[in-house]
């Protein structure tokens, strides 16, 4: 699959959309109801009413990715559901993508060396 890199932001829909819409229609879902740029290469997931089925908008640089996923056995794990926008760091997209429970991968705190003398 075309997956988008871990330098990219992913931003997560909490509300559920209609997903009769194609490439158009999630980017105008974007820049409408969301007031956010769907050309800046941002990630933006979206989820089904009953959670079993997630779509990705992104630009490559080059045209509109669409990505869809859907899960036979399990619904995906959520936010709940509001109005608006969540940030996820890449390892939690990646978790939330595969069908797990995003809520317990935590990234591993760095520190600045010290200087050495």
Not at 83 to 99: I, K, S, V
């Amino acid at each position: 699959m075309i997956f988008p890199s871990n330098r990219v932001r992913i931003m997560v829909a909490t509300k559920p959309v209609d997903f009769r819409k194609g490439h158009d229609g999630m980017a105008a879902l974007v820049k409408n109801e969301l007031h956010k740029d769907p050309f800046t290469g941002t990630v933006f997931v979206f989820r089904s009413r009953k959670a079993d089925r997630l779509k990705l908008i992104y630009w490559d640089g080059s045209g509109i990715v669409l990505a869809y996923k859907r899960l036979e056995e399990r619904s995906f794990t959520c936010p709940d559901i509001k109005d608006g926008l969540m940030t996820l760091p890449y390892a939690q997209f990646e978790a939330l993508f595969a069908g797990l429970d995003w809520r317990r991968v935590h990234s591993v705190r760095t520190r600045t060396p010290e200087t050495i003398e």
